[in-house]
């Protein structure tokens, strides 16, 4: 059976997010979580935040609607769907339990994980259980879904995350928060058709981390047939003036770049949109 990847939400959609919805055998959301930065220049969300938030919510819900597995890669909450009333009145508990019900769930066990992160897990289980998936491999039909052991978010090694890769007529590997500095073997050894993976956070980075990064997301490209890179990368105005060897190449794309639509990047623009507004901030 043919597959096909749709991303959802990702930061250069105006969220925060790395949802993806993969049809084959079987139809798989990955990462089914939205948020928001609550701050960002002093600021809160702008309305064209919320809107695009709420939008978002909408669009993984339906694809919810259709999927068998749902796979979450880390405990943040733009990863899942918590079981909550909160996140800008975004979610409640009866939309969470619609979304995960009669599906097969695979999520970060609660090895490694840190006070928050534990506590959004065991917060989950309260209402639902999942499969601890560090290492697991298994396949439906001609689909093989494949999981890594736990790798750091980026450089945050007491925030542990999960990969997944997926392959039937294609092999997709979704990367989660490495941000091009965790997981760069595991990657490599993969040789995935299409990565998807974070950016590193270059706004907090130095110039020798940033460099490094960059050498390991082109080492990336040379053996992967394309890369969408977005998340922490794309809440920098400017960045691509910090990796720019990597976005001269062709195979590496933003997710909205990638369904062929423009950027969109809300966070990064938020004194900018509440200027818009109010000139005097």
Known sequence: ????????????????????????????????????????????????????????????????EKAHIIIISHWHNDRHTPFTTELYGSVTLQMASRLYQGKSIFGKSLSGLNYMQKRRALSFLDYCSFTPADGLSFSYGDMKITFSQSVPHGAAHRIPVIMVVIEGERKILHASDT????????????????????????????????????SDILALADCTGEIILDHHHLRDLKYREQLPEVWKN????????????????????????????????
């Open 250 to 281: 062709t195979k590496v794309k933003t997710a909205a770049e990638y369904l062929g639509h423009p950027n969109l990047l809300l966070e990064a623009r938020r004194r900018e949109l509440f200027r818009e507004q109010c000139p005097h901030l």
């Open 179 to 214: 941000q091009g500095i965790s997981g760069i073997q595991y990657i490599l050894q993969e040789s995935p058709d299409l990565v998807l993976m974070s950016g590193p956070p270059v706004y907090r980075m130095s110039s020798e981390q940033i460099q490094r990064a960059q």
């Open 1 to 64: 059976m043919s597959m096909k990847i749709t991303p959802l939400a990702f930061d250069s959609m105006g969220v925060r997010s790395m949802s993806c919805f993969i049809q084959g055998d079987r139809n798989i959301l990955v990462d089914p979580g939205v948020s928001l930065a609550p701050h960002r220049s002093g600021l809160p969300p702008h309305q064209r935040e919320l809107e695009q938030l709420a939008k978002k919510r909408k669009i993984i819900n339906e694809k919810g």
